[in-house]
């Protein structure tokens, strides 16, 4: 698969060549941590790839839930969007300012609302800025976009059904969070969150599927990440890491293997964690 896939990634000169074009639709996805200490809406503020609009993925959630940022409803999911002048007809890039991070979580969402023309920008605003390219500080002229979208309910999953999955082992279940936090020798950031990961699960990093400068790695290399953790590859796989986001990683890293039967599990370790009859498992996969 070539770099640029306006379906799943895209380089910073891609986006450079196409800028201008009237369809196309830059979003800033950054979130960050609270161990990050950075502030994604004001960093927006002051520079931002021009036209790009901010995407709060806190706020684009399912308020009523008690996990964080879990996915919003079809209708919450339309009116934001059209507000924010995105809709039918877009070619969608997504950037964040960790590199590669929070993006893809927002890619995924575009994609379980059945939008395929949407890609990461790899190696995010940082490699845009390291690059010399322009950002501006101004807000853009938002003009209302219809949207029309066909949820895709197969590439969520929901606790009962990792449960089940875990148990029968008709998934591979691949945990993104980092090896200490997956063994469970590391404390959970969240409060009351058990430590350990669930069973019959594998860990794959997200950060290993990473270059040192932030961006993807190739196909085939991600591909034996995989492979060396122990994931059947040729099995449907459930993907999970603290709270959903960086689960949307390796979503990401399988579309561009050519895998596609992935789904995210959105309550991810931060619902696994807090309820206490559920199993958990400890050490390495």
């Known amino acids: ?30 979130w960050y941590l609270a161990d990050m200490n950075r502030d994604a809406r004001a960093e927006y503020d002051a520079a931002h790839i021009p036209g790009a609009r901010f995407f709060d993925i806190d706020d684009i959630s399912d308020q009523r839930s008690e996990l964080p940022h879990m996915v919003p409803s079809v209708e919450k999911f339309m009116s934001r969007l059209r507000k924010m002048g995105v809709g039918d007809g877009h070619q969608i890039v997504v950037y964040d300012g960790a590199g590669l991070f929070s993006a893809a979580r927002v890619w995924w969402m575009f994609r379980l609302m059945g939008k395929t023309d949407v890609a990461v920008l790899d190696g995010g605003i940082s490699r845009w800025r390291a690059e010399g390219r322009p950002v501006e500080d101004m807000a853009p002229v938002i003009r209302d976009r219809h949207m029309t979208v066909t949820r895709q309910n197969q590439m969520v ?13 008709d998934y ?28 019959n699960s594998r860990n794959v990093f997200y950060r290993d599927l990473l270059t040192d400068s932030g961006t993807m790695k190739s196909p085939e290399v991600m591909a034996e990440v995989f492979r060396k953790a122990g994931v059947d590859l040729d099995k449907p796989a459930i993907l999970s890491c603290g709270s959903g986001v960086t689960a949307c990683i390796l979503a990401l890293a399988m579309e561009r293997m050519g895998k596609t039967n992935h789904a995210v599990y959105d309550g991810s370790w931060t619902e696994w964690g807090t309820f206490h009859d559920l199993p958990i498992a400890t050490g390495d996969a």
Do not use: C, N, Y
Not at 5 to 29: C, E, F, M
Not at 157 to 169: E, I, M, N
């Open 157 to 169: 999953k929901d606790v009962t059904q990792v449960a089940s999955a875990s148990k029968l082992g």
């Open 1 to 30: 698969m070539a770099l640029d896939d306006p379906k799943t990634l895209v380089s910073t000169q891609w986006l450079a060549d196409h800028l201008k074009d009237p369809d196309l639709r830059v979003i800033d996805a950054s």
């Open 172 to 199: 591979v279940i691949v945990d993104a969070r980092a090896p200490e936090r997956f063994a469970g020798t590391a404390p959970e950031p969240r409060e009351g969150l058990r430590a350990g990961h669930i069973p």
